[in-house]
């Protein structure tokens, strides 16, 4: 059985669906499952953090099996960020425990009384809403270890800081790792203020005792699932020595630099003079050295592990999950070269529940503003703490990058439908610039991950700098990965199944193994343009036009060094990409 | 000669044009002039504080002459407020001065070098552009102070304060009345952002020595005037002993508060219990016994007298043009009952350069997010000079009410393309709330003031508590203000013109005799609808859609005390009132 729990934080009635008879609900999971709920049931015009919004958890269609890499979870809901729908992807062992109980999504209504928190059980015997008052403030870290002490070590969580409880725009959903760690964060679009604003401190997910893992076809999903694995370990990328395995998605600084698409000092260059101290060649060795683990499965059923555990000089524990997108954030955006504040601002921002790269960008533009000098780490670590406490200049930044070149006055603020960009600039990479144009997501890199065929020559090549080509190569990408976000499949993925045709097809041969389908790949691109097409339903009822499928003027009009660039796919072919 | 000054901030180059020859802005003067320009020459998708951006300050057509409220100013531009175009419109000298000159607008483009300050000085031979880094940081009196000292006790001044400077969003443009006191402003929008991202600290203008007004045809322009006189000496709402002139605008207190649509406590009321202690009524008597001035002329030209000059307990004086939309959004709306607290407050966002609209807005929103408790005077006055300060609290509050809903997570935020309404609540003066939703100024009360025929049954009545009529009468009134800020009249004079024909008729007539034209009162209908018509064209381009014509849901779902009245002018009806 497929359960929806829905959750009345109003009256802290709790009702369970089987999604097996809801037609409308029933064949999505992930990304899937929040975007047409939320498409259906939040009235596009309402305030975000309004009882009329809806914080929807889901796990994807493959979590919970025995395939590579399904453990991704989706937290969906109208952005208090852009205003539009948002779906924010996160790894760790949420998805997978929640599939285990025959979760597919939690559905979290109404508002509880201002002031008052609760934590919302979930385990073998159902759903209960428990008072947690006493948590209030709390950080992730210190929080989940409350919880563990409580409700067992084995326990997963999904939970909000203090930046979601103050209802920060850039407040994150932590989820625990394989560890128990809150270390993976639904980061993008402020959906902790979301789940702040109902009152949910925390979701505990118990999944001892959970019944055995049913498949109509057992055996057709265990070969099915081998031949995605065998893709994985076979890619370049991908593989057990490859680079996201030795250097994390750090492996990127590098790669992006010498692409002249590494956005330095608020998007004002291309390449960043001290990359070299922050790559992941750099942090390997770092890690190697201090005792920490630069192989690490953050997320449950992972193979391709590219996430890592960063010790301090004594070697204690730092962070986990230390990100190119966080490292860049908060590094080359910021003119910082000092990996060890950029660990210890990604702790602070896992501590207090908020997005590493809106933080990044944020800082970034308040550099900008002149609140602090370009390369000023300890400014940088000052400002995160503002924002943890919420004191006016915390809560500035901690709305975001648009918000903060608004009160700063600065008038190049790199953000799309008000969310702050990613590690790519869109004029070297365009690829990637007109994912965050187009996406219903606002400026999101992982949407559409164009870097791939721009820059890894992964799925083809379409030369970065050229626009020729771009609009097509995103919406491919945009198509395939809502599909990929529906099943709970990770986004790195795509490199072994663009590449290799049997990582591909062992997608639809799983979701036929486990629900008894006869999809074929044509089926899994439809399910991904349903998703897209009740994403932009969605925003155009919120009040987004083809103006809001735009990269900041500034893009189009300031070179960028060293290749002299501007964004230059024309207006028209971005009107295009949704033309499907 | 009608000249048009061109003053490029990056160059520091003047240009002037004789609009005589042009045939897209020589009709226009006021908003009309300051929207032709910005709708024609910024590009919609530009960031409203980067150079592309154009400042537009213009006189009206009538600015000038001998004819009654003849000297309302307007300063133009896209509004780092709302995103879309916006005019602001003023009192004063300034018009006057201009018009004088024979400068219908000065337009400022380009960006001065970060940091560097300038004053233009217009006079009778001409414009220049002086360096004025020594007023940096100066509040609007000391300002103004030293600009008469060294340019003379006669010159009008418009210019900004420290929030123009930081390009606040609420930044207003001060234009100096008839006293040479900076206590006029243009408040709305942020135009004193875009003057300060200019580098533009100050106008100043010098109409010594200017040329005698020309008349195609003085006699007949002396007759018209006349009629005009006439009709506003003879109305109840604006001759001598008229509510105006007695209370000043405040006058609305009493009204709006016994009509339940005096919107309190950040819009969660439509009556105030202190509503007495801050009357016109009250003040009225206040003024007299501290020797202040109940009928003040703060205008050129002007003959209703709706202006005051406010004492302290000690007969020093506080402040002038004590207005009702002040003394509401800093009273009522944030629980205030204290006159004299609210006078300081007039006079901080004075000194500071803010708009008292969005500052009452902005506190009452920050109130309802518990920055502040409710009717704490000293701690609104403290949030003014935080606001002053540029501290990081003030530049949340000095960057608008949707701004500070979003730092401080509060859902019911009243704004209409986030500018913050003014002093009328939609749910009970429905007429009104239609103008807010549709006006492309976003929240604002001036642009179609149905106020007059919902409450005052000025030009026939309409009920303010049924949405019935109030479209047409909204589109009606938008259409006739467009014209009359083109005209550089005061909206004001729509009491009497509305209401006496004669009245009305002397418009085309003034014009008419002025230019040598042929208009009749279709015509004028038919420049107002130009207006509108150029100023949406804009918005279109900045990407507003029928969604932007809306009130926040909560007007439509939380009913409002005394009448129990949600905002229920239909969506549809809204979308039809650009029909024309």
Redesign the interface.
Known sequence: MSKLIRVDMNTREIRVEDLANNKAYGGFGGRGLTSMIVSREV?P???P??E?NKLVIASGLLSGTTAANSGRLSVGAKS?LTGGIKESNVGGSGAFKLARLGVRGIVVEGQAEPGKLYCLVVNKDGASLEAADEYKGLKNYDLVEKLREKYGEKVGTVSIGPAGE????AASVAVSDTKGRPTRHAGRGGMG?VM??KGLKAVVIDDAGAPKMEYKDADAFKAAAAKLRKALQAHDVTKPDGGLAVFGTNVLVNVINEAGGFPTRNFSDGRFEGADKISGETMHDIIKERGGNTTHAGCTTCIIQCSNIYHDKDKNYVTSALEYETIWANGANCGIDDLDAIAQIDRLCDEYGLDTIETGCAIGVAMAGGVKEFGDAEGAIELVHEMGKG???G??LG?GAS?TG????????PVVKRQGLPAYDPRAVKGQGVTYATTPMGGDHTAGYAVATNIMKVGGYVDPLKPDGQVELSRNLQIATAALDSAGLCVFIAFAILDIPEGLEAIPEMLNARYGLNMNLDDVTEHGKAILKAEREFNA???F?R??D?L???FKEEALEPHGVVFDVPDEELDELHDF
Chains 1, 2 share one sequence.
Request: net charge positive; hydrophobic share 40%.
């Open positions: 009235p015009t309402c305030h953090l309004s009329k208090p103050m209802k920060l725009s203020a702040g604003c004191s006016p200049l809560r500035i709305n918000v608004q009160a700063f006055g600065v008038a190049n603020v009822g919120a009040g036009t103006l809001d735009r900041p003027d500034f």
